[in-house]
């Protein structure tokens, strides 16, 4: 899908160029900046003109005959900790230019309710040397998607250079799309409609829907959770069932060798992914710096945060306390305030990005100052301002050792993001759409995080394998931790960090953290059991029949290293991971808000419904 971020930064890619150095034929380059480009926020306006979203906004409006509009009233005041809705008071003239009888902005900023049309975008030639990449957008309400159509003309300039944000893009003139002119942009639109709006996406079966692993009825799969199904846009990170993640193109051996470090050969940093994420461009060393020190400045947590987590027993899950701590955030909304006092739809991404921002930088201070309240007796340890943001929360939990700094910036670098479809990542997109401010959204994100098939395996994994040391010891053998597995299994239980609702091999997150271990505690006798399960594990599990993908995951690593540097909380997992999916999540609701992406709301069916269907369907 051709995104008109991509579009509007075409020339400026095309200038820049020339300032990309080479790792070999390895890599897939993005642009790589230039040291002026110091300020995050400046690179992304450049990439979101506000005549482009407004115009993309206008132009769906437009073209809907009848709307049902949703409408969040606005708030007339915040408690603390709270954000109670109250009735539009109708009698009441806005502080807008319209009346209050459209409640205060206008009718663009609520999105029509979920249509039935769907719409795919006209294939567009692209260069031989590139890849091609899926140019169906995702169903708007009235079947359209906030894209930009650009000329067909053939540019051999850009061809020749293996850059994946080049490679994405069609081929175009040197110049900008007029995005002025609305009438060049409405015929593309109309005529992708007319020409393509009954092209389906894919077959949506009862079969994809249930899923209870009874491939010979169809219909079974209609409750499996939706699996295979497209139907999110997910700017900043892809899942290839074989080649793993990709944040924005770059795999995570490839993040390992672009994105700058702490120290030479080191692990990424943090916070350099976050600036490909939000930007698709390679930052340098000094604009990582930059934004790692615009973080610190947006760290201060609100005495009335710790006051609400306070409340809770400190026997309260640290998840919940998390979750707890970042609601009260909500507090200092910049989204919310500029919603109440009549903010434009096009500038919805600048308090967005404000947001994110902040809870980012905050969320480190509140997930260690649980871990510190819980297991330390409230001993909290301040943020140094001379610290990178991964060793900065390793330094707040009370680890200061130079490999746990590095470990954590490896871990919070890897768990950042996973496309969209995943209950933390969706659940935030969900609540997005109906225009919640990103502490509502990423609070609802942690609740999803906290379930046990989702973030809570993370900590399943370390007392399961600790379980299996308690029983056998640290010297078992492969046969014997062969029949350990298959006891775990034959009582109706599960092998914990093993296998994935996507992947169909060995998680490269796994790998990467194998490497971290072999590295740096090869005799670790957690890790030499957990290299022993990636032998016997999944020919078992192969054995079994039931499992698509044998093979690890992320999970079933993680708290192994964390172990042996001394974090040996298992219940306190989760929220490393939590802390880790706030500049993924948070980079998407930016975009999110960018894009002009409408309200999700999806059909749903009773299983009658179902019955008579599929009656009549055979």
């Known amino acids: 899908m051709v995104f008109f971020r991509s579009v509007s930064a075409l020339s ?30 400046s690179q992304l306006k450049e990439m979101i003109p506000e005549q482009q979203v407004s115009e993309i906004m206008s132009f769906r409006d437009s073209n809907v005959a009848q709307l049902e509009y949703s409408f969040q009233p606005p708030i007339s005041s915040l408690p603390p900790y709270s954000n109670p809705s109250s009735p539009c008071p109708s009698s009441k003239p806005s502080s807008n ?35 091609p990449i899926p140019t169906s957008p995702q169903p708007h309400d009235n079947g359209f998607s906030p894209i930009i159509v650009p000329t067909q003309d053939h540019d051999t300039s850009l061809s020749s250079i293996p850059n994946p944000v080049i490679d994405s893009l069609p081929n175009t003139s040197s110049s900008h799309i007029p995005l002025s002119t609305n009438n060049r942009l409405s015929e593309r639109l109309k005529k992708i409609k007319a020409e393509h709006g009954k092209v389906q996406l894919g077959n949506i079966t009862v079969d994809m829907l249930l899923n209870l692993n009874h491939s010979h009825l169809s219909i079974l799969k209609v409750i499996g959770g939706m699996r295979g199904m497209t139907g999110l846009l997910w700017e900043t990170s892809l899942l290839d069932p074989d080649e793993g993640i990709r944040f924005r193109g770059l795999s995570i051996p490839e993040c390992q060798k672009v994105l700058p470090t702490a120290i030479p050969g080191g692990e990424p940093l943090p916070e350099g992914l976050l600036w490909l994420l939000l930007t698709g461009k390679v930052p340098n060393k000094e604009q990582v710096d930059a934004l790692s020190k615009e973080l610190r400045t947006r760290a201060k947590v609100p005495d009335y945060v710790y006051k609400a987590i306070n409340s809770l027993p400190v026997t309260s899950h640290p998840m919940t306390q998390l979750t707890t701590g970042v609601m009260a955030l909500q507090v200092q909304s910049e989204f919310q305030k500029a919603y109440e006092k009549g903010i434009h739809k096009s500038k919805f991404w600048e308090p967005t990005y404000e947001d994110s921002l902040n809870l980012i930088a905050q969320i480190p201070v509140v997930a260690s100052y649980v871990y510190r309240r819980v297991y330390k007796e409230g001993q909290v340890i301040p943020l140094d301002d001379s610290l990178d943001y991964g060793a900065n929360f390793s330094h707040m939990l009370g680890f200061d050792g130079p490999q746990m700094q590095e470990l954590m910036r490896l871990y919070v670098t890897i768990h950042t993001d996973h496309e969209g479809g995943n209950v933390s990542a969706h659940t935030a997109h969900l609540v997005s759409s109906a225009l919640s401010d990103p502490y509502l959204s990423f609070a609802a994100a942690l609740n999803g995080l906290a379930g046990p098939l989702h973030g809570l395996a993370n900590q399943e994994v370390l007392l399961w394998i600790k379980s299996v040391v308690e029983e056998c010891g640290e010297n078992i053998t492969t046969e014997q931790l062969k029949d350990y597995v298959w006891k775990t299994l034959n009582s109706g239980k599960v092998v914990p960090g093993f296998g994935h609702g996507v992947l169909r091999k060995t998680d490269p997150r796994y790998m990467c953290q194998r490497e971290f271990a072999l590295k740096h505690l090869p005799d670790d006798p957690l890790f030499q059991l957990v290299s022993k399960l990636y032998e016997v594990v999944p020919p078992v599990l192969t054995e079994l029949g039931k499992v698509k993908n044998p093979w690890p995951n992320v999970d079933a690593h993680s708290g192994v290293l964390l172990n042996h540097f001394g974090l040996t909380e298992a219940r306190y997992f989760t929220v490393l991971f939590g802390v880790s999916r706030s500049i993924g999540i948070c980079s998407q609701l930016i975009w999110d808000r960018a894009l002009g992406l409408p309200l999700e709301r999806p059909k749903s069916v009773t299983m009658e419904w179902l019955e008579n269907y599929c009656k009549k369907a055979t």
Do not use: E, H, M
């Not at 080479?22 to 890599?27: I, K, Q």
């Not at 009888?101 to 999105?111: G, M, N, R, V």
């Open 12 to 41: 400026k890619l095309r200038s820049r160029l020339g300032q990309q150095s080479s790792l070999g034929n390895s890599v897939r380059w993005l642009q790589i900046q230039s040291s002026s480009d110091l300020d995050l926020r």
């Open 97 to 131: 230019s319209q009346s209050c009888s459209s409640c205060a902005l206008d009718k663009a900023l609520y999105f029509p309710k979920l249509g039935s049309a769907a719409a795919i975008a006209q294939p567009i030639p692209i260069s031989p040397q590139s890849q």
